[in-house]
């Protein structure tokens, strides 16, 4: 698995493998994220993806009978 400096990826695409080197404590994948030339903790989006996933789903407007 390689990736480029910049490059974009999709979601979902397979960005590494977890495995171990060196003298690691544990199996792990060392990942990080940058928008607009800034280093963001990607534990924040994480925890932002999570929160949005648990939010209560708003309903739709109720339909009205002759009105689209």
Do not use: C, E, N
């Amino acid at each position: 698995m390689q990736l480029r400096v910049g490059q974009g990826v999709r979601t979902a695409q397979l960005i590494g493998h977890v495995g171990m080197s060196g003298s690691t404590t544990g199996p792990h994948l060392h990942w990080g994220l940058r928008h607009g030339g800034r280093w963001i903790d990607p534990a924040q989006v994480l925890r932002a993806m999570a929160r949005a996933r648990q939010a209560p789903k708003t309903a739709p407007a109720p339909r009205v009978a002759g009105v689209r």
